[in-house]
C-alpha cells in the first residue's frame, strides 16, 4: 500500500471487555513500532519488532498489552480486560531499515480507543 | 518518564512571523534528534532531523539549532504560515536504540 494503514480507525470498548488493534506496514518495512499517545502527550514507546523478533517490548505497560506479527508483516496489539487508563490513540510506525537511525519512520493515522 | 522536556506548550505566531520551539534533554547517550509535525487526526511525520556534531542544519523554512554542551535543541519556523498550524514535536534517539522519545508537544497556530 501508499502509507501505514491501521483498522479500525475507532474502537470504543466496555471496560474489561479485550480489543485488537490492527497495523498493515509498508511493504518490505523491516522494523515496525507501536507507540501510544495520550491526549496532550506525545507518543509514548510501546513495542519494537525487526521482521517477526519482537526485539523490544520495554513500553508495553502491563502484561494486559500484548503484540505479534507472525509473519514479518501485518501486526497485531492485543489489550485484555481493558481499562479507562487505556483510553488513547495507539500508532503504528514501519521503518525500511533495522532499529531507528538512518531510516524514517512513516506513522499510521492511529486507532482512537475509548474505554467506557 | 519525560527524558525530552519541551517549551512553549502551545504558541501563536502572526502570519510572516518567525516560530521557535525549544527542547531540552539530560541522556549524553542519545545521538539523534529529529523533529515531528502533526496534524488533527493524522500520525507524526518526519519534518527535519540533526545530529550532535553539527550546530545546525537547515531545510527550506526550518532550521534546527543545537547546543550540545547545554543538551538544548530548537526548532525555528521561519515566514510562519497558516499551513503550518500543527502539533510539532521534538524527539530523541540513540545509536543502536529500538525507540523514538518524543517531547510533549507544543500547538503551533499561525494567524493569517
Known amino acids: 500500500g501508499a502509507g501505514v494503514s491501521q483498522s479500525p480507525r475507532y474502537k470504543v470498548a466496555k471496560r474489561g471487555q479485550d480489543v485488537a488493534l490492527r497495523c498493515d506496514p509498508i511493504?518490505?518495512?523491516?522494523?515496525l513500532f507501536w507507540y501510544q499517545q495520550a491526549l496532550g502527550q506525545g507518543p509514548e514507546f510501546l513495542t519494537y519488532f525487526q521482521n517477526e523478533a519482537q526485539l523490544d517490548k520495554s513500553g508495553l505497560p502491563s502484561d494486559r498489552f500484548f503484540a505479534e506479527r507472525p509473519e514479518g508483516s501485518v501486526s497485531t496489539l492485543k489489550i485484555q480486560r481493558t481499562q479507562q487508563e487505556d483510553s488513547a490513540v495507539y500508532l503504528c510506525?514501519?521503518?525500511?531499515?533495522?532499529?531507528?537511525?538512518?531510516?524514517?519512520?512513516?506513522f499510521g493515522q492511529g486507532t482512537r480507543l475509548t474505554v467506557v | 518518564q519525560q527524558q525530552v522536556k519541551q517549551s512553549p506548550q502551545s504558541l501563536i505566531v502572526q502570519k510572516g512571523g518567525i516560530s521557535i520551539i525549544n527542547c531540552a534533554y539530560e541522556n549524553t547517550a542519545f545521538d539523534y534528534f529529529p523533529w515531528y509535525q502533526q496534524f488533527p487526526g493524522k500520525g507524526p511525520a518526519l519534518l527535519i532531523a540533526?545530529?550532535?556534531?553539527?550546530s545546525e542544519k537547515k531545510e527550506g523554512r526550518f532550521t534546527i539549532s543545537f547546543n550540545k554542551s547545554a543538551k538544548q535543541f530548537s526548532l525555528h519556523i521561519m515566514d510562519s504560515q497558516p499551513g503550518d498550524s500543527a502539533t510539532y514535536f521534538c524527539?530523541?534517539?540513540?545509536?543502536?536504540?529500538?525507540?523514538?522519545?518524543f517531547g510533549a508537544g507544543t500547538r503551533l497556530f499561525v494567524k493569517a
Open positions: 510506525a514501519s521503518s525500511l531499515l533495522e532499529g531507528t537511525m538512518n531510516t524514517e519512520a512513516f
Open positions: 524527539a530523541a534517539e540513540y545509536t543502536g536504540g529500538f525507540k523514538t522519545i
Open positions: 540533526i545530529r550532535p556534531d553539527v
Open positions: 511493504s518490505g518495512h523491516v522494523s
